[in-house]
């Protein structure tokens, strides 16, 4: 008796080409996006996050149980010309980059009982302390479905820039408060400011202080988004200026120390980008 099994399907997925391999009781096909990451030599790099996804289409009553690993040491090199950078890929978000993900060391056991799909997050490592040349590194990287018999592979790229960098691109100006002792409403000033970072940099924003007294009057302050919808505490690069703002609030029925009819005061604060 022959037995005709579906053809092989190449598909586009998430920038990536999921090849779907028929074995057994579940058609598996595996996913991963291409990964970006802004990589600043002279910082010990958290590992970045990402995902892969693997989907099963059950032919067959049986479970399918199978792991994902991404190769023999989980060591790969990215490159620009003839100029390298190491990456790795590991299991869990050390900033040692431990746990590499590998064959011998796979993905978590993914059983399906059921057709679904079930999402993998793992992390890209790329080690402090490397200082080559200025530019965009790539690099490919293969995951391989198996339990053990190899039953999909896909590829994604790993690009990484550098050296990446983050600038206060546009300085902020005061927060100007106008005031009138036991006022019966708060007053209120912004102040907006940006920021221009490599491609995928992570950073941080911070005040050195939120809160303080001028001319006898309590303000707080508080760093939004530009259009003044939520809080922030920092963004992430994407090549462009991102502007933000530092909004402040002055509380209702404050006497102040004005010593006359009308007075000014200042109390300065600094604005920090960490990234």
């Given at each position: 008796?022959?037995?005709?099994?579906?053809?092989?399907?190449?598909?586009?997925?998430l920038l990536s080409l999921a090849i779907t391999a028929h074995a057994g009781p579940c058609a598996v096909s595996?996913?991963?996006?291409?990964?970006?990451?802004?990589?600043?030599?002279?910082?010990?790099?958290?590992?970045?996050?990402?995902?892969?996804?693997?989907?099963?289409?059950?032919?067959?009553?049986?479970?399918?149980?199978?792991?994902?690993?991404?190769?023999?040491?989980?060591?790969?090199?990215?490159?620009?010309?003839?100029?390298?950078?190491?990456?790795?890929?590991?299991?869990?978000p050390n900033a040692a980059c431990g746990n590499q993900w590998t064959t011998a060391n796979p993905s978590t056991?993914?059983?399906?009982?059921?057709?679904?799909?079930?999402?993998?997050?793992?992390?890209?490592?790329?080690?402090?302390?490397?200082?080559?040349?200025?530019?965009?590194?790539?690099?490919?990287?293969?995951?391989?479905?198996?339990?053990?018999?190899?039953?999909?592979?896909?590829?994604?790229?790993?690009?990484?820039?550098?050296?990446?960098?983050?600038?206060?691109?546009?300085?902020?100006?005061?927060?100007?408060?106008?005031?009138?002792?036991?006022?019966?409403?708060?007053?209120?000033?912004?102040?907006?400011?940006?920021?221009?970072?490599?491609?995928?940099?992570?950073?941080?924003?911070?005040?050195?202080?939120?809160?303080?007294?001028?001319?006898?009057?309590?303000?707080?302050?508080?760093?939004?988004?530009?259009?003044d919808t939520v809080n922030v505490t920092g963004g992430s690069g994407t090549g462009l200026a991102q502007t933000?703002?530092?909004?402040?609030?002055?509380?209702?029925?404050?006497?102040?120390?004005?010593?006359?009819?009308?007075?000014?005061?200042?109390?300065?604060?600094?604005?920090?980008?960490?990234?």
């Amino acid at each position: 008796m022959k037995l005709k099994l579906p053809r092989c399907v190449g598909a586009i997925v998430l920038l990536s080409l999921a090849i779907t391999a028929h074995a057994g009781p579940c058609a598996v096909s595996v996913s991963s996006p291409n990964v970006t990451i802004a990589y600043v030599p002279t910082n010990p790099t958290n590992p970045i996050s990402s995902t892969m996804s693997t989907t099963c289409i059950k032919t067959g009553g049986n479970v399918v149980n199978y792991t994902v690993s991404s190769g023999a040491t989980g060591n790969y090199t990215a490159t620009l010309g003839g100029n390298k950078l190491n990456f790795s890929l590991t299991t869990t978000p050390n900033a040692a980059c431990g746990n590499q993900w590998t064959t011998a060391n796979p993905s978590t056991l993914f059983s399906f009982p059921n057709s679904g799909t079930q999402s993998y997050t793992f992390y890209i490592c790329v080690p402090t302390g490397q200082n080559p040349a200025a530019g965009t590194y790539t690099g490919t990287v293969t995951l391989t479905a198996a339990d053990p018999t190899v039953l999909a592979t896909t590829t994604f790229v790993v690009s990484i820039i550098t050296p990446a960098s983050c600038t206060l691109s546009t300085t902020p100006g005061p927060v100007a408060f106008t005031y009138s002792a036991f006022q019966g409403s708060a007053a209120s000033g912004s102040t907006t400011f940006g920021t221009t970072c490599t491609n995928s940099l992570p950073y941080t924003l911070a005040l050195d202080a939120t809160s303080g007294v001028v001319s006898g009057l309590n303000y707080s302050l508080v760093l939004r988004d530009f259009a003044d919808t939520v809080n922030v505490t920092g963004g992430s690069g994407t090549g462009l200026a991102q502007t933000y703002r530092i909004k402040g609030t002055m509380p209702a029925g404050q006497a102040g120390t004005c010593a006359s009819g009308a007075c000014a005061g200042s109390d300065p604060r600094t604005l920090t980008i960490t990234y």
